[in-house]
C-alpha cells in the first residue's frame, strides 16, 4: 500500500505521547499535558516526560545537579564552534557542535544519561553560536539558575525576569513532544540502525531546520507586524483572504479543533496581556482572525496553533527570530531523547518499501 507521505501509518507503538486531534487532547504519559506542566518547570516536566512520573524532592535535585554539571562545555566543542565559517546558520553549527559532542559514554547505547548530557548542553551550544555570530563575547552558565533562566542569560547576558522565564518555560514544556512529528521519526530512524545518540539528535536537528516543521513562528510575526493594531486585523485578513493566501499561525495538520498547547499559551499571555502591548495584540488578533475565517470559511476549523502563541510570546521576551527553531530544539530535545532510548527497548530497523514508477 502507498500512502504518501506516510500519512495515516502507523509505524511505532510508543508510551510516551498522545496526540488526539479530533480531542484536541496532547497527553505526555498518559496524563493531559495541562494537568502534567501546572506549577511546573522545565526540569520537573522533562523527568515526567523520560520516565512517567514526577520527581520526588531527591530525584529531581539529582536531575538539576546533573544538569548543572554538563552545562559545563569541553573545549574541543568551544574551539570548533570558534572555527566555523561566520555565514553558518545557528542550526548548522548546533547540528556540527552535537556531531562532535563525543566522550566515553556515548559509544554505548542511548542512556538517559546521554539525554540528560545533551538537554543540558544543546542550550549552551546555542547561546555560545548566536552571541559568536553576534560578535559577542560568551556568557556563561550560572549555577544558581535554573534550565530555562540560564538559557536566557546566555544569551541576553542579563538575569531574566520571572515572568519573563516563566512565559518561555510555559512554551518549552509545551513543545517538548508531539508524537511522531517529522524530526522525533528521524532521529528514531537514526536508532534503530544501533547508531548512537548523538548521530539521532543530529538527524532530528537537520530535520527540524527545514521550514514546513521548525520555521513557522517567524511568519506569524510578519504577520502581527503587518496588522500593527487591532483595528487593522480585518483588512488585513480581507486582502490575505482574497489573494489566497495562508494566514499563518491557524491551521494544523493534526487537530480539527483547538491546538491545546495554543490554549495554555493563550493563557500565558493573557495573564501578562496588560504588561505588554505586543500580547495585546496578539489576544486581540486572535479573537478577529478566528471570527473571520470562521464566516469565509466555514466548516474548516481554522484555529490556533501552537506557532501562533509562540511567535507572541518569543518577541515579547525580546528572543531574535533566528533564535526560535532553535529554541524550539532546546524543548524538542526532551522528545527525542526519550523516543531514542524507547526504540532501542524492542529495536526493529526502518525498513519502508518504495513503489517504482519509472520506464
Avoid at 520571572?162 to 510555559?170: D, K, M, P, S, V
Avoid at 516543521?213 to 483595528?231: K, N, R, Y
Amino acid at each position: 500500500m502507498f500512502q504518501k507521505g506516510l500519512k495515516g501509518i502507523v509505524a511505532v507503538q510508543t508510551a510516551i505521547a498522545s496526540v488526539e486531534g479530533d480531542k484536541g487532547e496532547l497527553r505526555y504519559r498518559g496524563k493531559l499535558v495541562n494537568e502534567v506542566i501546572e506549577g511546573k518547570n522545565f526540569e520537573q516536566t522533562a523527568y515526567f516526560l523520560w520516565h512517567g512520573h514526577h520527581a520526588s524532592k531527591e530525584e529531581l535535585a539529582s536531575l538539576t545537579e546533573q544538569l548543572k554539571s554538563y552545562r559545563q562545555l569541553p573545549d574541543h566543542i568551544m574551539s570548533i564552534a570558534q572555527a566555523l565559517p561566520k555565514e553558518t546558520s545557528l542550526m548548522d553549527g548546533m547540528r556540527t557542535l552535537v556531531s562532535a559532542y563525543q566522550h566515553a559514554e556515548f559509544k554505548k547505547l542511548a542512556s538517559q544519561q546521554q539525554a540528560i548530557a545533551l538537554t543540558a548542553a544543546l542550550p549552551v551550544m546555542t547561546a555560545l553560536l548566536y552571541r559568536q555570530s553576534t560578535r559577542q563575547e560568551f556568557v556563561a552558565p550560572r549555577s544558581d539558575l535554573g534550565h530555562t533562566a540560564n538559557y536566557l542569560w546566555m544569551i541576553k547576558g542579563q538575569v531574566p525576569t520571572h515572568a519573563q522565564t516563566e512565559a518561555l518555560e510555559t512554551y518549552l514544556n509545551l513543545t517538548m513532544e508531539h508524537g511522531m512529528n517529522a524530526s522525533t521519526f528521524a532521529g528514531r530512524v537514526t536508532i534503530s540502525t544501533e547508531s548512537d545518540l548523538s548521530a539521532a539528535i543530529v538527524s532530528a536537528i537537520g530535520t527540524m531546520k527545514g521550514p514546513l516543521h521548525g520555521g513557522a513562528p517567524s511568519g506569524v510575526l510578519e504577520l502581527l507586524d503587518e496588522i500593527q493594531s487591532p483595528e487593522r486585523v480585518n483588512p488585513v485578513i480581507e486582502q490575505k483572504l482574497a489573494q489566497g493566501e495562508k494566514i499563518m499561525g491557524f491551521g494544523h495538520r493534526v487537530y480539527r479543533t483547538e491546538d491545546p498547547r495554543a490554549i495554555l499559551l493563550r493563557e500565558k499571555c493573557q495573564q501578562l496581556q496588560q504588561e505588554d502591548p505586543w500580547l495585546d495584540l496578539a489576544v486581540k488578533a486572535e479573537n478577529k482572525i478566528t471570527q473571520l475565517l470562521n464566516e469565509r470559511k466555514p466548516g474548516r476549523a481554522l484555529y490556533t496553533n501552537v506557532e501562533f502563541y509562540a511567535a507572541a510570546i518569543m518577541r515579547s521576551i525580546q528572543m531574535p527570530p533566528e533564535l526560535f527553531t532553535p529554541t524550539f530544539s532546546i524543548a524538542r530535545i526532551v522528545g527525542w531523547t526519550a523516543h531514542a532510548i524507547e526504540q532501542q527497548h524492542d529495536n526493529v530497523i526502518f525498513r519502508p518499501q518504495s513503489e517504482y514508477i519509472g520506464n
